[in-house]
């Protein structure tokens, strides 16, 4: 997955709020590459629109035709136009260069009621950039004057998605913001309406919300990732920011993405606190009768505070299902669920990361795809192996340490000093000893500076799972100390 170049094509708002400005930060801080072309240079602050001068038609031609000349997006994010002169630069341009993933903002009025495109230009827009458009993203009320449809509920939302299928557009994404109760989305494609529910926030502080919406949703479209994926991941960054809002005027903020990466990197440091002492990991080959369920609550009983689930047989639905069960009675603990190999399980899941082999999806795209708030683990055998992963993994497996019982392709032991010199080039990144760990070596592992050890078949194979959890952990805290 590679990291995205998005261009914004949109007006620029001085208090920060919304339009470029706000684009570029959520673009950049979501891991895209930001370009822009600026329609419209307004007069706002935080209590509202005072003044409006659309950029001249040749000269934003010449800026989209200059960064076109030079670059080619990966994705592009249209917001405020201005007037019909604006639109038809803009439809005539994106045809000439065929650019993918285009996402129109229609912009219609500002959040506090200043009208930003007039009839003429909402014609212009319907007849000639809609046809272009990936996906459009009205909230309510632009969806219904663009349509006609008098929208109360998500039904007419559907009605009203259609209606712009039929305008051209291959998708539309209607924001529920405006619904009354929970703010449901509504993903019209031709293949049906899909319902994305979301959380109310009860904030005023709501200035460019459908700004960052359209530029992340274009930030993750440009990574590579489907519609309806892009979507949840826009949806859920806004929520964030709205918990976390700039207030810097007299009337309303804005949610920031400088915040949804302040509280990501809060909830990764959280979290990597709890990469500690006794690693405890499911195995349903060793012990068939006991179920991933008992392995983890004994695992939790006896004080570990990291748990994997790790299980190459079950179907999908049934992984995800069973992955959100752990997930909540490790958190009922105060302790990780991380999920062994399957990123979309852990996605799907909600569970606190991954771990990967070296055979696995590469640690930089599945960093990208679970966000910077979650554990991404990898297991590495030496410094090269680790020097081009560590910049993207929160965590690095060494071994096996003694070879494995587990697995027949762990290689030949490692030892543990081939542990420290990984450790002691990566000195910032935790380390987690893998591989034929058990009573009689853990504390030779914890002396050695690893932070904790993952162990399978001393714990899954012990007449008492959680004693033995116990045992280990008191033996790596002794040896630590």
Known sequence: MKTPIVLTIAGSDPSGGAGVQS???????????????????????????????????????????????????????????????????????????????????????????????????????????????????????????????AIRATEDAVRAGNALLALGVRAALITGGHFAGEPTDILVTPHGAQILNGERVDTTHTHGTGCLFSSALATYLGMGMELNQGASRAKAAVVRALNNPVVIGQGRGYPSPLSIQKRDEAAHAERLKKIGGVYVLTDPDLRPDRSPQEIVAAALRGGSRVVQLRDKHRATPELIELARELRRMAHAANALLIVNDRVDVALASGADGVHLGPDDMSVADVRRLLGPDKIVGVSVSSVEEAASLAPHASYLGVGAIYGSTTKVDAGAPVGTQRMHEIASAFPHLPIVAIGGIDLSNIAEIARAGAHSAAVISAVVCADDMGRATHALGRAFRVASE
């Open 23 to 149: 684009d570029l930060r959520a673009i950049e801080s979501l891991g895209g590459y930001g370009l822009s072309a600026i329609t419209a240079l307004t007069s706002q602050n935080s209590l509202g629109v005072q003044s409006v001068a659309l950029t001249p038609a040749s000269i934003l031609a010449n800026q989209l035709n200059v960064l076109l000349e030079d670059t080619r997006p990966d994705a592009v994010k249209i917001g405020m136009l201005g007037g019909a002169e604006q639109v038809e630069i803009v439809a005539r341009i994106l045809s000439q260069y065929t650019l993918p993933n285009v996402v129109l903002d229609p912009v219609l009025a500002s959040t506090g009621g200043a009208h930003l495109l007039d009839e003429t230009g909402r014609t212009a827009l319907v007849q000639m950039l809609l046809p272009l458009c990936a996906v459009v993203t009205p909230n309510l009320d632009e969806a219904q004057i663009l349509t006609g449809t």
